[in-house]
């Protein structure tokens, strides 16, 4: 019986001069920005919200939600 080959994808981002990755299992896709609504009220980190074929996706600005500065 072969032994099964478990190999792992992630996207790579950097934020801030930091490398970061997320498993490709919890990425549906990646996006070009579109224009944003911007939502009265919200987190500082909440950038907006987009229409994605008819779906409201929230727009999450991640240096800020990490506190990072802005560029």
């Known amino acids: ?24 299992t919890n990425v549906r896709e990646v996006l070009k920005l579109p224009d944003l609504s911007e939502i009265p009220g919200s ?6 919200v987009i229409n994605v074929r008819g779906n409201v996706v929230p727009v999450v600005d991640l240096k800020r939600k990490f506190g990072q500065p802005l560029t």
């Open 43 to 48: 987190p500082e980190f909440v950038r907006g």
């Open 1 to 24: 019986m072969a032994a099964a080959s478990l190999t792992n994808q992630y996207l790579t981002f950097q934020l801030g001069g930091e490398t970061f990755a997320i498993s490709i």
